[in-house]
């Protein structure tokens, strides 16, 4: 029997309605469906290593896809620019790419159809720098992964974001995982190059934590996990490559593609027609999208939401500040695997809980449920039995751009020559992405090697500076900064502790942005307990006099909402 009549077969007795047929060396799933759930597992069950991916067109029945979501400017701003490189998609790959090709004498851009960086998955995940105990040992995302985690702590004095090399714990309420955990554990570490592994009594743990679930009986521990600031990271490769020379087109949205003979002669996009050399695929949750554009899609993108809660700063108190997941306990699978899911403790001095894992057809789908905040909490109390929803000062919802090969595509365009793929970047992609932004950068110069001579940029700087917390000062250091600026001692985030001089220096810092959300990110400002109910309208208003606009013309994320209107009389 032929590879593809094997598959037929199969499928055909789950599925008999669904065509199965070959396209471009992958398997094509077509027809209809009633439930995504159905299509999910179908396309699960359609991957072979016979084929090179899963093309899944398989409609859900009554639903039509939502356009993407774009921003609403219409211009020609970039129209006409000739370029050697376009990135699409500033998450933390597209921006981390960005910074990498800034090394080289080449004129690059990078479009973001949001306002700002970091607005997808690489602004909402655990910020969690994985072990890597989870992963296959042939995977893309485990070779990543160990590349990438050792690198953490020189990336991040350099660029300077936030990171910690925190250790991971796996947790365990039940003596009859011990044998089987640590010899399962103690394997895969060594399979997978993971080193320090160490046996932890629940006694220790609970000196460590002392709100712990009292039914933890031991654990292991993996000193290479961290955790780090994942918009802050993303938002300094950007900074450092905009300070390179490399460009951040925001609110510019890649529409379409023009491809001939196996090329790709020009992108269109909401502000213009441009004419790259070499186009980058880092575009998240569209990834396949992009590449059906380019004419080189040899896999399906299924996205899968997840939910977490960070708890108020006391609960770091009251739990410890500790990265863990616990496994044996009734709320939990038993299944030896694990990343993010869990208690992570951030870089802010915050605990964060979740995720959970939603398949949708939506991919843009990042309101929060009340349904996925309770299943992480109830999850989340075999750790913390005491734990309540009331301990969350806030909740986000990501959504993970999973292939159903479940790997990282980081390669050459298969068809089509100048294309580069950074797809199905999902968890540890947060991790991986200075080594996969290194690797795609090294592919794109090979590519453009060929035509003429790459000169390395004999400015390029990698050091950045971002904005000094002053928070993290003593207090004749933050009295020093403001004898030199008193906007240093005018306190508008009084969570945070976050003043109107920081303000301004994330106003001023590379990559300009002026919404409320972007100084945000920038500056905690509006995370802390009040969530932003205090200082919204003062930050607005320090944009407005910075940037110099009207205040009624800041919107909170770009999308052309205004926060604060004019009242009847004003100009
Ligand atoms: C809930 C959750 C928890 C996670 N936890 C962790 C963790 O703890 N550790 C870890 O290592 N990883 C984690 N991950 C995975 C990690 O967040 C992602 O792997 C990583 O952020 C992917 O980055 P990216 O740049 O590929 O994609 P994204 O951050 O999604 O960026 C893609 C960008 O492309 C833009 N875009 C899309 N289409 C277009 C277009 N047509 N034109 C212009 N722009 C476009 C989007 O707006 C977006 O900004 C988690 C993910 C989720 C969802």
Not at 33 to 60: C, H, M, P, T, Y
Not at 267 to 295: C, H
Not at 377 to 387: A, E, F, G, S, Y
Not at 449 to 472: A, C, D, I, M, Y
Request: glycine residues 8%; hydrophobic residues 35%; contains cysteine.
């Amino acid at each position: 029997m032929s590879n593809i009549k094997k598959i037929q077969h199969k499928l055909k007795k789950i599925y008999p309605k669904i065509k199965v047929d070959e396209k471009d060396e992958c398997v094509h799933l077509t027809g209809e469906l009633d439930r995504w759930e159905d299509i999910v597992s179908l396309g699960q069950a359609a991957v072979s290593k016979d084929f090179v991916g899963v093309l899944n067109d398989v409609k859900l029945k009554n639903f039509v896809e939502p356009d993407i979501r774009q921003s609403a400017i219409n211009d020609k701003k970039y129209d006409g620019s000739n370029l050697d490189v376009l990135i699409i998609g500033g998450g933390v790959v597209g921006c981390a790419a960005l910074r990498e090709l800034t090394r080289y004498d080449l004129k690059v851009a990078l479009a973001e159809k949001e306002s700002d960086v970091a607005c997808a998955a690489s602004g909402r995940n655990d910020g969690a720098v994985h072990v890597g105990i989870d992963l296959h040992g042939k995977s893309k995302k485990l070779s990543y992964l160990m590349r990438a985690n050792p690198l953490y702590e020189n990336l991040s004095k350099e660029l300077d974001f936030k990171f910690e090399r925190t250790g991971q714990y796996i947790a365990f309420s039940s003596w009859k995982y011990l044998v089987v955990g640590y010899l399962l554990l103690k394997s895969r570490a060594k399979r997978n190059g993971i080193k320090g592994m160490k046996f932890i009594s629940g006694k220790k743990l609970k000196q460590h934590s002392p709100n712990i679930n009292p039914k933890t009986k031991f654990a292991f521990f993996y000193p290479s996990g961290g955790s780090v600031c994942p918009y802050g990271m993303t938002i300094a490769f950007a900074d450092n490559a905009v300070f390179n020379g490399g460009q951040v087109w925001l609110n510019t949205c890649v529409t379409g593609m023009t491809v001939e003979n196996g090329k790709i002669i020009s992108v269109q996009t909401n502000r213009g027609e441009v004419f790259p050399k070499v186009v980058i695929n880092a575009a998240g949750v569209y990834a396949d999208k992009i590449a059906e554009m380019a004419n080189d899609r040899f896999y399906t993108i299924h996205p899968r939401r997840g939910t977490n809660s960070i708890l108020d700063k006391s609960s770091v108190e009251h739990y410890g500040k500790l990265s863990i997941s616990m496994y044996g306990n009734h709320k939990s699978n038993a299944k030896l695997h694990t990343k993010g899911g869990g208690v992570v403790s951030t870089v802010d001095g915050n605990l964060l809980i979740g995720p959970d894992a939603v398949e949708t057809p939506l991919r843009e789908e990042m309101a929060t449920t009340a349904k996925s905040v309770n299943t992480v909490v109830d999850r989340q109390q075999d750790i913390l039995p005491k734990l309540s929803a009331r301990d969350i000062i806030t909740y986000f919802t990501g959504v993970r751009a999973s292939t159903y090969e479940e790997d990282f595509v980081i390669q050459m365009g298969r068809k089509t020559k100048n294309f580069v793929h950074a797809a199905g970047i999902q968890s540890p992609g947060l991790s991986a992405a200075p080594v996969i932004a290194q690797d795609v950068s090294d592919l794109t110069v090979k590519y453009l090697e060929q035509f003429s001579p790459v000169v390395k940029n004999s400015n390029f700087n990698p050091v950045r500076k971002g904005v000094t917390e002053l928070r993290n000062l003593t207090l004749a250091q933050r009295d020093e900064l403001i004898k030199k600026n008193p906007d240093y001692g005018e306190i508008v985030c009084r969570c945070e502790e976050i003043s109107k001089g920081e303000i301004i220096d994330a106003l001023n810092l590379p990559l300009k942005v002026d919404t409320v959300d972007a100084i945000k990110r920038r500056t905690r400002a509006g995370m802390g307990r009040c969530q932003g109910g205090f200082c919204q309208p003062r930050v607005l208003k320090i944009i407005a006099e910075t940037v110099n606009k009207d205040y009624s013309d800041i919107n909170k994320k770009g999308d052309g909402k205004i926060i604060l209107g004019k009242t009847k009389g004003e100009e």
